[in-house]
């Protein structure tokens, strides 16, 4: 029987970028600290050896032990330290790395919140599969991104399948949680900030993790979200209120009416008087969503003031 025990290929000559920077296999000697922080992506912890202890909303004071894994949400405050010398799998993501999100899906859809939190246990194929990657990990040859990146999507469809679904719907329960809460944040705050970096800041964020957080739950820059949700806040207030345009002007920061008048054309297509005359004739009104140069939506992220 033949025994592969070196690859025969080497990926550092791959033309493809390599993301082995997504899931890493990491050594921490005894006493290794990580104060608490926000994190900038979603984080899957699998201990190999040693007990680490992590410390937050969900696993407050928690010893880790081999053989057991957690997840914490992105945006969620963590801090770690190494009892011993821990060896262990960091997964980060943005997004489920599924090849079955339906299955996913299913496994999450009807999650609730645990009444307390506790680490997931390995199971054989969990445990297999951890060692495989551990194994591959460490081999000092410059890892293949695509094969891990299967890898990856092998792990969460282990996870889905091979566990009963209160355990695996407990153990994604953090990334429900925080996209709600979060999301409960923007929509409380969204009108006192003109900036990202204000947005940021209001709510304990590094700029960036707060843009890709955002970006992740809707979908779109933080500035043009801003943007349409100032659009729809002044049309409401024209067409629906008695409000004297200076008032509303005044409300959402214009110093001066030709500024909001101009907005006004550029957003709605006429002046504020008119529209408030053709929605009074039974016209429909509707926002045109453009950027700063007059353009459709953008994708690019800018910190300019919204």
């Known amino acids: 029987m033949n025994t592969c025990t070196k690859r025969a290929t080497d990926c550092s000559q791959c033309p493809q970028p ?7 296999l990491r050594h921490y000697p005894q006493r290794t600290h990580f104060p608490a922080e926000k994190q900038s992506s979603n984080l899957m912890l699998f201990i190999l050896q040693g007990n680490m202890l992590i410390n937050s909303e969900e696993y407050p004071g928690t010893i880790l032990h081999p053989e057991q894994a957690v997840l914490q949400a992105i945006g969620s405050k963590v801090e770690l330290l190494a009892i011993s010398d821990v060896d262990c799998i960091e997964l980060r993501f943005n997004d489920i ?7 996913f899906r299913d496994a999450i859809d009807f999650s609730a919140a645990p009444i307390t939190y506790t680490p997931l246990p390995f199971n054989r194929k969990l445990q297999l599969l951890i060692s495989d990657l551990a194994e591959y990990l ?13 890898k990856c999507k092998e792990l969460i469809y282990v996870m889905s399948n091979y566990y009963p679904p209160h355990l695996i719907s407990n153990f994604f329960y953090p990334i429900i949680s925080y996209t709600e809460s979060f999301q409960y944040f ?12 204000e947005f940021a800041h209001l709510g304990g964020y590094k700029t960036s993790t707060f843009r890709r957080l955002f970006r992740n739950l809707y979908g779109m820059p933080v500035y043009v979200w801003i ?3 100032r659009r729809e806040s002044i049309l409401n207030d024209l067409l629906n209120t008695d409000d004297r ?4 002007s005044q409300r959402y920061g214009f110093d001066k009416l030709p500024h909001f008048s101009h907005f006004c054309k550029d957003s709605f297509g006429d002046t504020p008087r008119n529209l408030r005359k053709r929605a009074a004739a039974g016209e429909t009104i509707e926002i045109i969503c453009r950027d700063r140069e007059g353009n ?3 994708n690019d992220e800018s910190d300019e003031e919204a």
């Open 245 to 248: 345009i200076g008032i509303i």
């Open 138 to 150: 460490a081999d000092p040859t410059p890892p293949c991104h695509v094969y891990l990146e299967m």
């Open 18 to 24: 390599c993301q082995s920077d997504t899931i890493q």
């Open 227 to 229: 943007l349409n949700k």
């Open 296 to 298: 459709r939506q953008s």
């Open 97 to 103: 790395p599924s090849f079955c999100q339906q299955n």
């Open 186 to 197: 923007v929509m409380q705050n969204f009108a006192k900030v003109r900036t990202t970096e």
